[in-house]
């Protein structure tokens, strides 16, 4: 049972690829909160063919777009304003991807062809997409615009690779954005820091059950499931949330605020 947080709203939803995905659950919920959207996803994730159930299940059109590629992605926008009847009030930006991470290659020893890679597709292609929409007059007055961060951003984490590197850039895209498209249309622009949450892009990470238990352990509340993620998404999308921009949001269940808790120091504790 919706709210109806969103209705009368259109947006793009980018990243979903299978039920796990973070974007998955956020398409279900914008559809259960009465928004119309376009989903969208590189045309090799099309192969798959999951998202199709995703579309039917939530009456959306899909639209395919490589987000390092500035032609589909003028046409992802003109191609929603056309299929939505206006432009959108809503952006999800949720990709990533590093091959060097993927392929095993470390922190010191990566390949550079790679890790421009992993720049454009997790980064930059934020960029790519503010443009493409800011050059189409794609954005709604006041609309909201959500990309996904990891707190690898701001602190060490030796597997997460090339990736962390990506996120602290894709916050400081989200930061000059907000800036401009606040000044001209009063449009947000925020990332949600989000806890290790099992899905694709998440389980490729070397040792990754490692930071889950970690985080899960020193987190408060525990880590974030990818449904409370989408739940902080639609708010974020919502008319509730119309003076917060520019920010790195935490959604990690304290994670980022906490030296250590309990559980985590009776691991290092002789026992009495
Ligand atoms: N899973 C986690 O632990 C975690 C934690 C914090 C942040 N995030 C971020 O959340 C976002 C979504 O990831 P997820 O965990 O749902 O995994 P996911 O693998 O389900 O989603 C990643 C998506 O990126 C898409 N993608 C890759 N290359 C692309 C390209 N060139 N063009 C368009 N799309 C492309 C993939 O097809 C996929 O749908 C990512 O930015 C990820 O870094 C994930």
New binding site residues.
């Given amino acids: 049972m919706g709210y109806g947080l969103l209705k009368g709203k259109r947006g793009i939803i980018?990243?979903?690829?299978?039920e796990?995905?973070?974007?998955?659950k956020v398409a279900e919920l914008a559809h259960a909160e009465g928004a119309r959207f376009v989903l969208?996803?590189?045309p090799?994730?099309m192969r798959m063919g999951e998202i199709n159930g995703l579309a039917e299940k939530t009456g959306s059109e899909i639209i395919p777009?490589?987000?390092?590629n500035d032609t589909d992605l003028e046409a992802l926008f003109s191609g929603s304003i056309e299929k939505l009847g206006g432009p959108v009030d809503f952006v999800l930006?949720?990709?990533?991807?590093s091959p060097n991470v993927r392929k095993g290659r470390t922190y010191d020893n990566l390949n550079y062809e790679w890790y421009k890679q992993t720049l454009d597709?997790?980064a930059i292609?934020l960029h790519r997409m503010m443009q493409a929409a800011h050059k189409g007059n794609a954005l709604a007055e006041g609309a909201s615009v959500v990309?996904?961060?990891?707190i690898a951003a701001q602190r060490v984490f030796p597997d997460y690779g090339d990736?962390a590197d990506a996120?602290a850039l894709?916050e400081s895209i989200t930061r000059s954005w907000g800036y401009r498209l606040g000044k001209e249309k009063n449009i947000r622009v925020n990332t949600i820091?989000?806890?290790?949450?099992?899905?694709?892009?998440?389980?490729?990470?070397k040792g990754?059950d490692g930071f889950?238990g970690f985080a899960q352990e020193m987190s408060p509340l525990g880590n974030a499931p990818?449904e409370d993620c989408a739940n902080y998404c639609i708010t974020l999308f919502s008319d509730l949330t119309r003076f917060v921009t520019m920010q790195n949001l935490f959604h990690d269940g304290g994670f980022s605020s906490t030296g250590v808790t309990r559980e985590v120091m009776a691991k290092f504790m002789q026992e009495e």
């Fill in positions: 980018s990243g979903a690829l299978n796990q995905s973070i974007a998955w969208t996803n590189a090799v994730a777009a490589d987000a390092t930006h949720s990709i990533g991807m597709v997790s292609s990309a996904l961060s990891y990736m996120k894709l820091s989000q806890s290790p949450t099992m899905t694709t892009a998440g389980s490729g990470i990754f889950f990818a």
